[in-house]
């Protein structure tokens, strides 16, 4: 069973930085597209960056230029750099992983459990 170990998060005050770490323990086959998603209270889960294998990324316009995310290959392991934390950052944030578990089997969809960030005013 594949899961996603994330960490990092917390309570920062505004313009402070975070990093949220997420990794994908174990063997796997391949990690075509990692990244993190948030949701805060009544809202949908939207996507806030992600990175595929060959290291594109996509960010939501939110996000631009103030978190940075980037990979590590070997490691099956992403990292969001968040600075200049707002207060409307404030969610839970979700790691997602599309991944190929084992040769011959299909490409799957993981969450991890998510983690809390706050950022106070």
């Known amino acids: 069973q594949v899961q996603l170990v994330e960490s990092g998060g917390g309570l920062v005050q505004a313009g402070g930085s975070l990093r949220l770490p997420c990794r994908v323990p174990?063997?796997?086959?391949?990690?075509?597209?990692i990244g993190w998603y948030r949701q805060s209270p009544g809202k949908q889960r939207d996507m806030v960056a992600r990175v595929t294998s060959a290291g594109s990324a996509v960010y939501a316009e939110s996000v631009k230029g103030r978190f940075t995310i980037s990979r590590n290959n070997p490691l099956n392991t992403v990292y969001l750099q968040m600075n200049s934390l707002k207060p409307e950052d404030t969610a839970v944030y979700y790691c997602?992983?599309?991944?190929?578990?084992?040769?011959?089997?299909?490409?799957?969809?993981?969450w991890g459990q998510g983690i809390q960030v706050t950022v106070s005013s």
């Open positions: 997602n992983a599309l991944l190929v578990p084992s040769m011959g089997a299909a490409l799957h969809e993981y």
């Open positions: 174990g063997s796997i086959f391949s990690l075509n597209v």
